[in-house]
């Protein structure tokens, strides 16, 4: 079910779901839903066993306990707008991903169960007017705006790293053997670089979160075709899942979904 939020003369909504996918026996990705903070995360678990179930599971539960305890510590401007300074929201971010980053490795290191366990992560914090993005992985944060669909994220895997230095191509990269190797995750070490970028909202906008198991089996035409022809956020999220498995779901799929909306 899609829940709202009151943003300045516009309001969010959101809608997410995660599923196990055609080829995996148990569910790696976690995903966090806004309740009492317009926060959204998905994370993108990885590990041998259950480990990586783990991982992302403790990486969203750490950012969303951060966010609930420093609530307290944001303006409270309404009903008068402010003009804000975003380094506050933006080291608010990046506080988060650490401490989640922190967290997994921390575990990792002390319970053999989890050795070597790590996970991706992307998080959005909506603001009346800015939206905040952290990213850490290949998981991804797309936009849709105006009937077309952008990659907001930059994925950190070995395959973007080569057709950055045009050794690949986009065209070989398909078919590349390496392709879901990752370069940069939470919990391979005690410290990560977290990516940050800010994002001014309109209305009509729609934001994809999910995790690769999606974007892997969906090409971006598939993806905007099934935005712009399903209004109900709900079900849309539901046919995001659905065309992912339908193409082969060898992964865990996750799905979050925030559409700006009039007032």
Same mark, same amino acid.
Do not use: F, Q, W, Y
């Given at each position: 079910m899609s829940t709202s939020f009151p943003l300045d003369n516009m309001r969010v909504r959101f809608s997410g779901n995660t599923d196990v996918?055609?080829? %995996? #026996?148990h569910n790696e990705d976690s995903v966090?839903?806004?309740?009492?903070? %317009?926060?959204a995360i998905v994370a993108d678990?990885?590990?041998? =066993?259950?480990?990586?179930e783990v991982a992302s599971a403790l990486a969203v539960d750490t950012m969303v306990d951060y966010y609930q305890r420093t609530a307290d510590m944001q303006p409270l401007t309404w009903p008068y707008k402010v003009? %804000?300074?975003?380094r506050g929201d933006i080291?608010?971010?990046?506080?988060?991903?650490?401490?989640?980053?922190? #967290?997994?490795?921390?575990?990792?290191?002390?319970?053999?169960?989890?050795?070597g366990m790590g996970t991706t992560i992307v998080a959005t914090y909506f603001l009346d007017d800015t939206i905040v993005i952290g990213h850490v992985g290949d998981s991804r944060v797309y936009r849709y705006r105006?009937?077309?669909l952008s990659q907001l994220t930059e994925d950190h895997s070995l395959i973007n790293d080569y057709i950055k230095m045009k050794r690949v191509t986009a065209e070989e990269a398909e078919t590349w053997p =390496?392709?879901?190797?990752?370069? %940069?995750?939470?919990?391979?070490?005690?410290s990560v670089q977290v990516d940050i970028m800010t994002e001014q909202p309109k209305v009509g906008d729609c934001y994809l979160l999910c995790s690769d198991g999606l974007c892997d089996m969906l090409t971006d035409d598939q993806?905007? =075709?099934?935005?712009?022809?399903?209004?109900?956020?709900?079900?849309?999220?539901?046919?995001?899942?659905?065309?992912?498995?339908?193409?082969?779901?060898?992964?865990?799929?996750?799905v979050v979904l925030a559409r700006i909306e009039p007032q």
């Open positions: 996918g055609r080829k %995996r #026996e966090h839903l806004p309740t009492d903070t %317009r926060l678990g990885m590990g041998g =066993h259950a480990s990586g003009d %804000r300074d975003l080291n608010r971010m990046t506080t988060g991903v650490l401490l989640a980053n922190l #967290e997994v490795h921390e575990r990792a290191g002390r319970d053999i169960k989890c050795k105006g009937g077309a =390496h392709k879901n190797v990752i370069v %940069r995750a939470l919990g391979m070490k005690d993806i905007a =075709h099934i935005l712009r022809n399903t209004p109900d956020l709900d079900n849309a999220v539901e046919m995001l899942i659905a065309g992912a498995n339908d193409n082969g779901g060898v992964d865990n799929i996750s």
